[in-house]
């Protein structure tokens, strides 16, 4: 019962994006682009600007990119040895490579673990849309139609506003910069952010339609996502030097479903784009089962 009074608040935001989208019908893209290009960067801003960086944001630094790097090789070799193209092998990076926590994990840890949880949350959140940004979109361009090449696609990683607000972010941080009252403004698009993004992800998924997937590819993507992630996340956390509570929200934020920033990456790049689809919908329904199986066996 504990786990499931966690799920529901969760759960309750995606419905009311999917039930809104299901009667209003209304420009899902925009919405996106409203949290991914104005509000997130602010939370971006405020994190790295009131974080201490020391060496446990090392260590995050560390988590994701092992996790990510992880995943990759094992999708690479799947596709090798079944000898699918470029254009699937990006398309089950951005289904499998890429955990959704920002959407989805950032609110059950905050309904989880409370403010202290949220602290690391918020700084793994902030770094996973950094790498969903760099290396998400670099493998969306990279596995387009539209014969983007390696120069291209890296180009693309300097469109992304996060960047910025991290830089700033780290930058403001190291010079001790008063913002003073401009802080307010700051904190209330901030603030702003996890809703958003929570409601958008609801509206996204009523959007989703099952059609002309590889259902093998999708297989492999699920359990991926659902299953190994988490597996290869607490193989990680193993060896570092981080207190338990830490360790806990890594594994668990491993298991959370595909990123839903990567379907709008494969919508806007045409790549895999229904099976990218799939595996955000389906982890996402299929986590309600998987996840508090995590979060028991975590905590």
């Known amino acids: 019962m504990f786990i499931l009074s ?7 935001v995606f419905v009311v994006g999917y039930i809104a989208q299901s009667f209003l019908k209304l420009e899902t893209v925009m919405i996106s682009r409203l949290a991914i290009y104005i509000l997130v960067p602010f939370l971006v801003f405020r994190t790295f600007y009131l974080q201490t960086i020391d060496s446990s ?15 990759i090789l094992f999708i690479t070799l799947f596709t090798k040895v079944l000898k699918y193209s470029e254009e699937q092998r ?8 890429f955990m959704n926590n920002g959407n989805y994990g950032t609110p059950l840890v905050l309904f989880l673990f409370g403010p202290e949880g949220m602290k690391v949350a918020i700084v793994l959140m902030v770094l996973q849309q ?10 969306a361009a990279k596995g387009s139609p539209f014969n983007v090449g390696s120069i291209d696609a890296a180009g693309q990683i300097l469109r992304m506003p996060m960047i910025y607000g991290a830089t700033l972010g780290i930058v403001f941080n190291w010079l001790n910069i008063p913002l003073g009252t401009l802080m307010k403004g700051i904190d209330f698009m901030a603030d702003a952010a996890i809703p958003v993004i929570m409601i958008a992800l609801g509206m996204q998924l009523a959007n989703m339609t099952i059609r002309k997937v590889d259902w093998k590819l999708l297989s ?9 992630s988490p597996l290869l ?6 060896q570092l030097p981080l207190d338990e509570l830490t360790k806990q929200i890594m594994v ?8 839903a920033n990567t379907t709008m ?32 066996l975590m905590t």
Do not use: D, H, K
């Not at 919908?281 to 979060?295: A, R, Y």
């Open 6 to 12: 966690i799920m529901l608040p969760i759960f309750f």
């Open 57 to 71: 944001f090392m260590y995050f630094i560390i988590f994701l990119l092992g996790l990510c790097f992880l995943s």
């Open 90 to 97: 990006c398309g089950l990076i951005l289904s499998s490579a």
């Open 130 to 139: 950094l790498l969903m940004s760099t290396l998400g979109v670099y493998y």
């Open 220 to 228: 492999f993507s699920l359990s991926m996502r659902l299953m190994l």
């Open 233 to 238: 996340a607490l193989f990680i956390v193993w």
């Open 252 to 259: 668990i934020v491993a298991a959370t479903p595909t990123a």
């Open 265 to 296: 990456y494969a919508i806007q790049f045409r790549v895999q784009e229904n099976n990218v689809s799939a595996a955000t919908l389906i982890s996402t329904v299929l986590s309600l089962v998987t996840v508090p199986v995590v979060i028991y």
